[in-house]
């Protein structure tokens, strides 16, 4: 009879051991997050030391090898420090790096663009912060986070933290070069319907250069999603737009309606009311950006870092701001005060589906505790 493998065994670049609200293993190219007791954390921990860990193979084993968590073969990069995380755990940061923009969307939350950019060594330091704060995923966004002035220098240095990196563009700078030197997981391309309706905000073209990013993109081999964003000016282009996302092999498709804020104001034709809008936001597939727990609203696990240094809840939330990064991540993080759907002015059976929708928008039709109203009609409740 043949007797059992001993080996060393070795956690995986990919994978990172993180301490939130349960020992948790992360796999920051698949985004996919494991849950651990401790006898199971306990044992990756020591995988994830210099020497390994000498191991015969176990159905827990054979599983880790599957999903890419263990291996035989030694990592060269350092794993970091696995320590108790706040409760509740920041694992998504939204990182503005810039507000700048090379485009002037009719929808834009900034409006008529900005000047700020976070420096080169604060957004090393940000990241640092985050990851040792057991974060999981990084979403750079700007405005435009291609037209940041120090951009080659942040992504040299991005493979050096062991989060999932997410890049938020317009797909206009996502040449072939660029792509090659890309340092992140996945890219979120905004395309906001068809070409008609795309071009109706982002101006003419826009469509066609973002489409060609797309694919670009998806042939250079990363992860690729889509934001869209119920308009006035796309809402019979759904249909197709769901059809040919799907063809593409697009990660993710998140569908949400924009609120009344910077040059929305400006142009508010653009923005159907809930009785109309909030049917669309049915659409759109995969896991989204982010998610909550039961019983808190929209973003229990984000924050985020606005390109002048400040904190808050969301970039919605700018004039209520956390503290200033220089304050520390973990000091900001402890001033935000979750939303808990007990509080708030709903009373459907639905409340820990839509977990009372966007609050900020809430806030725009009026009653900061009230509904959202477009999540109302999407689930058909008014």
């Known amino acids: 009879m043949e007797g059992k493998r001993t080996e060393r065994l070795f956690l995986q670049k990919k994978a990172v051991l993180r301490w939130i609200e349960e020992p948790s293993v992360y796999h920051t190219g698949r ?15 020591q995988c994830a030391s210099p020497r390994g860990a000498l191991h015969e193979r176990n159905e827990f084993i054979e599983y880790c090898f599957k999903e890419g968590i263990l291996g035989t073969r030694k990592s060269l990069s350092v794993h970091p420090p696995v320590v108790k995380s706040p409760t509740p755990s920041l694992r998504y940061l939204e990182l503005q790096i810039t507000d700048r923009c090379n485009l002037k969307c009719r929808h834009c939350y900034i409006g008529g663009g900005g000047s700020h950019e976070l420096s080169v060594g604060q957004v090393r330091s940000v990241l640092a912060e985050f990851e040792a704060q057991q974060g ?15 951009f080659g220098k942040i992504n040299r240095f991005l493979p050096d933290f062991r989060v999932r990196k997410v890049l ?22 905004s395309i906001d319907g068809m070409e008609k309706g795309h071009d109706a905000l982002r101006g003419a073209g826009g469509f066609r250069r973002a489409m060609e990013a797309l694919s670009l993109a998806r042939a250079s081999g990363f992860d690729v999603s889509v934001a869209t964003m119920v308009h006035s000016g796309n809402l019979g282009e759904f249909d197709e737009m769901g059809k040919l996302l799907k063809g593409l092999g697009i990660r993710d498709w998140t569908v949400d309606v924009p609120c ?11 923005q159907p009311g809930p009785e109309v809008a909030g049917k669309y936001l049915k659409y759109g597939f995969g896991g989204g950006p982010h998610e909550s727990a039961e019983g808190f609203g929209c ?44 509080d708030l002015g709903c009373d459907c059976d639905l409340i820990e589906t839509c977990r009372g929708g966007c609050r900020f928008r809430a806030e725009t039709l009026g009653d900061p505790l009230g509904k959202d109203l477009f999540k109302c ?5 008014l």
Request: hydrophobic share 45%; aromatic share 8%.
């Open 260 to 270: 009344v804020t910077g040059a929305l104001k400006e142009n508010r034709d653009l």
């Open 299 to 342: 973003g229990l696990h984000l924050a985020s870092v606005l390109a002048d240094g400040r904190m808050a809840k969301c970039t919605f939330y700018a004039d209520r701001a956390l503290g200033r990064i220089e304050d520390g991540l973990l000091a900001c993080w402890g001033r935000l005060k979750p939303v808990r759907l007990s």
């Open 168 to 189: 938020f563009t317009n797909g206009l700078l996502l040449t072939r070069e660029v792509l090659r030197g890309l340092n992140v997981d996945e890219i979120q391309i």
């Open 377 to 381: 009609r999407m689930y058909d409740i």
């Open 31 to 45: 985004d996919d997050l494991y849950e651990l007791d401790d006898e199971s954390f306990a044992f990756l921990k």
């Open 136 to 150: 999981l995923r990084v979403l750079i966004s700007g405005g435009e986070p291609l037209v940041h002035r120090g």
